[in-house]
Nanobody
Framework: QVQLVEFGGGLVQAGASLRLSCAAS????????MGWFRQAPGKEREFVGG????????LYADSVKGRCFISRDNAKATVYLQMNSLTPEDTAVYYC?????????????????WGQGTQVTVSS
């Protein structure tokens, strides 16, 4: 059974940094591109960033480019989202997702497996 479990969410002040982790099990992690998405209250889910199978390619939403960085450790079956200079607009539930593809995608339907999400709240 495939499981994606996110860790690292919490309440932080504006300007702070946070690193989210997503641990995968039940799949051959190195075969999957990984994505991070978020959903704020009353808003649609949006793409944050993604990383290809072998870390050679990353993709970021314009809203986080230069502030967020994705990495992965295939040996640990874990993907990370480092978020810097957080603002209240980053408040959302953050989800990781796995898609059986070489490169990541900004399209949610390209990902087959999803985690339950972790809450990130940024206070002003």
């Amino acid at each position: 059974q495939v499981q994606l479990v996110e860790f690292g969410g919490g309440l932080v002040q504006a300007g702070a940094s946070l690193r989210l982790s997503c641990a995968a099990s039940g799949l051959t992690f190195s075969m999957y591109a990984m994505g991070w998405f978020r959903q704020a209250p009353g808003k649609e889910r949006e793409f944050v960033g993604g990383i290809g199978r072998s870390s050679e390619s990353t993709l970021y939403a314009d809203s986080v480019k230069g502030r967020c960085f994705i990495s992965r450790d295939n040996a640990k079956a874990t993907v990370y989202l480092q978020m810097n200079s957080l603002t209240p607009e980053d408040t959302a539930v953050y989800y990781c997702a796995a898609g059986l593809r070489f490169r990541s995608s900004s399209v949610g339907s390209e990902y087959r497996y999803w985690g339950q999400g972790t809450q990130v709240t940024v206070s002003s």
